[in-house]
């Protein structure tokens, strides 16, 4: 099975429950579509529901009072959005924009648990959050030592795998180089000659706000690369 084929597989909590109960879930909710850059959930704002995502890439935002941010993840169809406010009780802890257009079902926390608790999923859902809370350190660990290149390969790599089984264009990211290099907390100068190095090499095209890989092997390589120059940017 090639590589590529992996990022088809269903993904996050979608994937490790039985289907009939995924569904459940996002019936019990109100459908809505959503653009792309829209937030839908806003940092500091208090919780009282979730989101599941049900198709579109999203990613969860972290703000400084001046206003600088960074992309803390990227979630897309099968992921359970807000959560953990429903947990502990406290405002929400990021907020999440979505990068492109998509589809959303919105339940309270008391109808989520009901759903969750009537299939017997409960183990697998804190298996789900416990997972994010694990992908925190290697997140601020790549951030601390990777170079630009393996950042961004990174980052793109896991837009790709966010994508979902059903997405048309995974490949397509449709953000500008001044986005992909916000999110890494980078200004955009910083990303421009990496991304002018794997144009010329044939990885990816760039056109106007998006980035189409084309060669996701060459792309994984870089993802793997070398951090012997950890630290240099």
């Known amino acids: 099975m090639s590589e590529a084929h992996e990022f088809r597989r269903p993904r996050g909590f979608r994937s490790l429950i039985p289907f009939p ?10 459908v809505r579509k959503h653009h792309a850059r829209e ?7 208090p919780g009282g529901w ?6 579109g890439r999203l990613k969860v935002i972290y703000s400084e009072p001046e206003g600088r941010e960074l992309m803390l993840a990227v979630r897309g169809p099968g992921d359970v959005i807000g959560e953990f406010s429903g947990q502990d009780g406290r405002p929400r802890s990021a907020t999440v924009q979505a990068i492109e257009p998509g589809v959303t ?22 298996s789900y959050m416990l997972g994010k809370v694990r992908e925190s350190a290697p997140h601020a660990w790549r951030l601390a030592h990777r170079t630009t290149a ?20 995974p490949t397509t990211i449709p953000m500008s180089q001044e986005e992909l290099a916000t999110a890494l907390g ?38 793997r690369g070398d951090v012997s120059t950890s630290g240099q940017n």
């Open 105 to 126: 079902s919105k339940l309270s926390d008391q109808r989520f648990d009901d759903v969750v608790d009537r299939h017997g999923i409960r183990a697998q859902l804190n």
């Open 186 to 223: 980078l200004v955009r100068s910083a990303v421009t000659p990496v991304l002018a190095e794997w144009k010329a090499a044939g990885l990816i095209q760039v056109s106007r706000a998006r980035l189409h890989v084309l060669d996701i092997p060459g792309l994984l390589d870089m993802h």
């Open 150 to 169: 393996a950042r961004l390969a990174d980052l793109l790599v896991a837009l790709i795998g966010a994508a979902g089984p059903d997405h048309p264009a």
């Open 50 to 55: 979730v989101l599941l995502c049900v198709s």
């Open 21 to 30: 109960a995924w569904a459940a879930l996002v019936q019990s909710g109100i």
């Open 39 to 45: 937030r839908l959930l806003h940092q500091g704002e």
